[in-house]
């Protein structure tokens, strides 16, 4: 079921929500979503070597925008797959997309979007999308059918 969901999204982390993760509402906060989306956009930055360039020659991803929907609350103690994809690549941006699966609803708990803009950190300014970078996303966008999975499981929690 979970393959189904995200068979299409190059890069899946697994997570564990935490019993911090939650609210006054008794259950997790809105912007937590936010943060498990930035798990997996982390990971696919790191598969396609930005964070590397942007250490390395202060040019790197920046977000210009981010959005979120709901679909099912999520509540401890459950365990995540959240997938990123890219969608569309342009001269200076990438617009990402996330999907947020939740073992406890054995369904999708969330979508989300994000647009990243390529950034020189030195200058202050925005830049072209780097070659090395664009050809790095089409080739893990064209083998999206494997998807690599990354876990994170919280000490207080069992898988």
Same mark, same amino acid.
């Given at each position: 079921?979970?393959?189904?969901?995200?068979?299409?999204?190059? !890069?899946?982390?697994?997570?564990?929500?935490?019993? @911090?993760?939650?609210?006054?509402?008794?259950?997790?906060?809105? *912007?937590?979503?936010?943060?498990?989306?930035?798990?997996?956009?982390?990971?696919?930055?790191?598969?396609? @070597?930005?964070?590397?360039? $942007?250490?390395?020659?202060?040019?790197?991803?920046? !977000?210009?925008?981010?959005?979120?929907?709901?679909?099912?609350?999520?509540?401890?103690?459950?365990?995540?797959?959240?997938?990123? $994809?890219? !969608?569309?690549?342009?001269?200076?941006?990438?617009?990402? *997309?996330?999907?947020?699966?939740?073992?406890?609803?054995?369904?999708?708990?969330?979508? @989300?979007? *994000?647009?990243?803009?390529?950034?020189?950190?030195?200058?202050?300014?925005?830049?072209?999308?780097?070659?090395?970078?664009?050809?790095?996303?089409?080739?893990?966008?064209?083998?999206?059918?494997?998807?690599?999975?990354?876990?994170?499981?919280?000490?207080?929690?069992?898988?």
């Amino acid at each position: 079921m979970f393959d189904a969901l995200l068979q299409s999204y190059p !890069v899946v982390v697994e997570w564990d929500v935490a019993w @911090g993760d939650m609210d006054a509402y008794g259950h997790v906060n809105n *912007v937590v979503y936010f943060r498990y989306f930035e798990q997996a956009r982390i990971a696919y930055l790191e598969r396609i @070597g930005w964070l590397k360039l $942007k250490e390395e020659r202060g040019l790197g991803p920046i !977000v210009a925008s981010t959005s979120a929907r709901y679909r099912k609350a999520l509540v401890y103690p459950d365990h995540l797959w959240i997938g990123a $994809k890219a !969608v569309e690549v342009l001269s200076d941006r990438v617009r990402f *997309v996330y999907r947020l699966v939740s073992r406890k609803h054995q369904a999708l708990a969330a979508e @989300g979007e *994000v647009v990243v803009v390529s950034y020189d950190y030195h200058r202050g300014e925005k830049v072209p999308i780097p070659e090395a970078i664009r050809a790095a996303i089409a080739a893990l966008e064209a083998g999206s059918t494997t998807a690599e999975h990354q876990s994170r499981a919280s000490p207080s929690t069992e898988p």
